[in-house]
């Protein structure tokens, strides 16, 4: 999401390297590029305006004019002051009350309900007990959609009668109390637009359920028109945050960057694919790192803690360390992979990746083919290869709908592997390149 942004900060740094210390003369040509940057990213024009004056401020400062690396030090008053601005740490859900209701509300096509879903499943994973609460009566088949949704991660809908959004919140809590659930989340119903009706229902839904958090989906695909409802949206009902949706798009990045200093709540969720696990905490560090090309390597590791089954992770070390890894053994890595979501989100969490994601060509449907090929195989085929003749290879392109061009490029890539397993286990790292071209 951020690619564009990355790209424009980093030439504004690049105009101060090389140059013996920070002056007024540099550092406003850096400015202006720098204004221009978060302008052009959709920022709200205020925000940018404060956030240059507060940038300029602390790089004319005495301690910089001597710095002997005026782009480091730039880089370090930027970073400090985008972490600030969208800040500074993350904001846990207040969870404190039994049950404790979350109130979730938005526009229409912001992508509400299925955060609903998320939301669920990110508190169930924690170890609460979550009760979904279908008050959308008025868009067509929102509280299926609801209900189909808590059926996949096995958490229960209640719709009460479908008619009466009041009544439905009001006895959503007796619910919860009854069968024990210490979260209500509720759905409530979105509009194309802001009116004076739509906010005195949410109004009358607060005060039936009192929630100790009013969290608003925003689409960051919208840009200021998403800053302007969040506003609003504020002004009636006094949210407790944010949850951002559809970072995993092409958006300029200027909601993230603008929200939270407009209204002075915080982001307390991201939305970052479709998956119904692709729902993250708020980190401001973390997104301040992506968006100057830093990485998230926090990130990545807890999304590597949560999807990985350790004891196979072991098993998978000692094969590896043995050169033992075959075919099968691929196929669950593989698995495990696609669990973490899709290549290009994890990359974008390596230092130094993001911003050259453009130039790398990453077919997802190329793992798909490799897996087809793979569960085309016998048992036999996939712990041995090498008994893979010319007629096996008819069959498992036959069976896999692929070629045996292909075929031929996973074996290849998979003895690869192996040798630079053995120069692992031997401890002769030498020159390796990875053997499976994706």
Do not use: W
Request: proline share 3%.
């Amino acid at each position: 999401m951020f690619e564009t942004l990355q790209s424009k900060l980093n030439s504004v740094f690049r105009m101060l390297k090389g140059q013996g210390k920070i002056t007024e003369k540099n550092v406003q040509e850096a400015i202006k590029t720098l204004k221009l940057s978060l302008l052009q990213a959709d920022v709200n024009y205020k925000v940018v305006k404060d956030f240059i004056n507060s940038v300029l401020d602390e790089a004319l400062g005495e301690k910089v004019l001597s710095s002997l690396t005026p782009d480091q030090v730039f880089l370090k008053i930027v970073y400090d002051k985008l972490v600030e601005l969208l800040g500074s740490k993350n904001e846990p859900l207040d969870l404190n009350s039994n049950p404790s209701v979350i109130m979730i509300v938005g526009l229409q096509g912001s992508g509400k309900t299925t955060t609903c879903a998320k939301l669920a499943n990110f508190l169930k994973k924690k170890g609460r007990a979550p009760l979904l609460v279908a008050a959308d009566v008025y868009r067509p088949a929102a509280i299926d959609q609801l209900v189909s949704l808590g059926n996949n991660i096995d958490v229960e809908v209640f719709s009460g009668d479908r008619e009466d959004p009041i009544k439905i919140a009001r006895g959503s809590i007796d619910h919860a109390k009854e069968k024990g659930y210490n979260v209500v989340i509720v759905d409530t119903a979105g509009r194309l637009h802001i009116d004076e009706k739509m906010m005195e229902e949410l109004v009358k839904v607060r005060e039936v359920s009192n929630p100790s958090e009013i969290l608003m989906v925003v689409d960051a695909m919208v840009g200021q028109d998403a800053v302007n409802s969040a506003k609003e949206f504020n002004d009636k009902l006094n949210l407790t945050g944010f949850i951002v949706t559809k970072l995993d798009g092409d958006a300029r990045g200027g909601v993230i960057l603008s929200i939270r200093y407009v209204t002075a709540k915080p982001i307390k969720f991201v939305g970052k694919g479709e998956k119904i696990d692709d729902l993250e905490p708020f980190y401001p560090d973390r997104i301040v790192d992506r968006i100057l090309g830093m990485g998230d390597i926090k990130s990545l590791v807890e999304k590597v803690e949560e999807v990985i089954d350790k004891e196979k992770a072991k098993e998978m070390e000692r094969k590896f360390r043995r050169a033992e890894f075959t075919l099968e053994d691929f196929q669950e890595q593989l698995k495990q992979l696609q669990k973490m979501g899709p290549l290009t989100s994890l990359l974008e969490m390596l230092p130094g990746v993001s911003g050259n994601l453009k130039n790398i060509d990453i077919d997802e449907k190329k793992l798909k083919h490799i897996e087809a090929i793979i569960n085309s195989m016998t048992l036999e085929e996939r712990r041995n290869p090498k008994i893979i003749n010319f007629s096996r290879k008819k069959r498992i392109a036959k069976g896999s709908g692929t070629s045996i061009n292909e075929i031929n490029r996973l074996l290849k890539g998979y003895e690869e592997m192996k040798k630079m397993m053995k120069r692992f286990s031997n401890k002769k790292m030498g020159k390796m390149k990875i053997p499976f071209n994706f």
